[in-house]
Structure formats: structure tokens, C-alpha cells
């Protein structure tokens, strides 16, 4: 069964949390002027599990506005959670493959998890829920799986990535390199673009083309590709 990204249900308290006041409605809409530039990073914090010890939870909000969260169930296993992330005064809010979530934004390095209406959340001993800035960056605990449109001229590889409605250049390493193999093979015209099945990460890689740094999309591990599919 496909896992259902719903963070604020994911925790156990989540769906049944009673603190509904028109105290926590002000607060949770409080502008603090907060842009995307200053916002995009990565957040991480230990949160509460149903039935584990602990979920470890990372955020990472890339300056183009997409998003990847990533949940460590302590003792279990790691889900990833891709998407897009908007800003509205100091509410942050994912729309993302499995759901949306949403946060307000207290400051800098905290952002506090808000309930599906916009209110604060509480564990058992009436803390409210918060991921902290980590200025470290962004490293995935396994290869982070996606997918979307991947086309190829010559060396020169990109992928649509549907979730994120962004596009990046693929590294060259010997992963996609294969899928360039197998792509090849696949189409029936010249840089035709595929729906790719695909494992991998992103990383800072000087431009195929000029002198600057661009997000590159490093394949791990090629699964298919489904000839016809579109991004939905």
C-alpha cells in the first residue's frame, strides 16, 4: 500500500488535538515579513511516532520553491515526501505528492508544525511541535526516489521532476549513463522526452555550459521507463 504522507497524521496526537482557540488562530496568521530567500534551507528535529521511539524528520526547502521531506521512523524504515512549498505572511505551506502540511514560521531557525485549520500542535507534555534550522547541507539517508520526464542530447541530460514542476540537468555519472543507454534504445526520435522511474540525489555541480553552479540531479539507480505517462 502506497504510504500516505499526511505529516499532522502521522502523529499520534495530530488528529485529535483540542487546542482550538481564537488565541492560536491569531497567532498561526501573525505576518513576520519572512521571504523566500531567507527561508529556504534545511530544518530537522526528533518528533513524536505512534509506534516507534521517534520520527526523525529533515526539511529541505530549495530556493527554487520545491521541497523534500524526509522521515526517519527510528528502528523502521525512511520515506520521502517530494513537492512544492508557497509562503503567505508567516504560514508555510507544502503541497506535496502525498498531502499538504503546513508551518508557521517563528523565526529564522524555527518553524512550528500547524494542523490541517491552521492551528499549533501540542505533544503529550504541551510543547508545541517545531523543526530547528540545520545549516548543514542536505543529505539524504537513502537515494531519494522520483519521477518525471527525462530527455537526452548527447551528453547533455534533463529531467522534469512532476512533483517539484522544476527542471534539472542530470550528472553525468555511470547510473545515468545506463539510463541514457536504455534510453536510446526506448525512443523512436531524437531527444524524445520518456516518463522515467528513478533513485537518486541533488548536488551543486559547475554548469555543463557556463561558469556558474547549478542543482543536479545525480542517478543512483534507473528503474524503468513507462513510454506514454505525463506528469499528472
Not at 47 to 61: H, I, S
Not at 140 to 147: F, G, K, M, S, W
Not at 167 to 173: E, G, I, S, W
Amino acid at each position: 500500500m502506497k504510504h500516505l504522507f499526511v505529516l499532522t497524521c502521522l502523529l499520534f496526537f495530530a488528529c485529535n488535538n483540542k487546542k482550538n482557540n481564537n488565541n492560536n488562530n491569531r497567532t498561526a496568521n501573525q505576518p513576520t515579513g519572512f521571504g523566500t530567500k531567507n527561508v529556504a534551507g534545511v530544518f530537522y528535529d526528533t518528533l513524536p511516532c505512534a509506534d516507534c521511539p521517534g520520527m526523525a524528520a529533515k526539511l529541505y526547502l530549495k530556493p527554487d520553491n520545491s521541497f523534500i521531506m524526509e522521515l526517519a521512523y527510528i528502528g523502521k524504515n525512511v520515506v520521502y515526501d517530494l513537492g512544492k512549498w508557497s509562503l503567505t505572511d508567516s504560514i508555510l505551506k507544502l503541497t506535496g505528492t502525498e498531502g499538504i502540511s503546513q508551518f508557521k514560521i517563528l523565526n529564522h531557525a524555527t518553524i512550528k508544525l500547524l494542523d490541517n485549520e491552521g492551528r499549533m500542535i501540542y505533544d503529550t507534555t504541551n510543547r508545541r511541535l517545531t523543526l530547528q534550522r540545520n545549516n548543514t547541507p542536505f543529505q539524504p539517508l537513502q537515494p531519494v526516489p522520483v519521477e518525471g520526464i527525462f530527455s537526452a542530447d548527447g551528453n547533455t541530460m534533463n529531467i522534469l521532476i512532476c512533483a517539484m514542476g522544476n527542471n534539472y540537468p542530470v550528472a553525468l555519472a555511470p547510473s545515468a549513463m545506463s539510463m541514457k543507454a536504455a534510453y536510446n534504445k526506448a525512443i523512436h526520435k531524437k531527444s524524445e522526452p520518456l516518463y522515467a522511474k528513478l533513485k537518486g540525489h541533488f548536488e551543486l555541480r559547475p554548469s555543463l555550459n557556463d561558469t556558474t553552479t547549478k542543482d543536479f540531479f545525480v542517478v543512483e539507480h534507473f528503474m524503468a521507463f513507462v513510454p506514454g505517462q505525463q506528469c499528472k
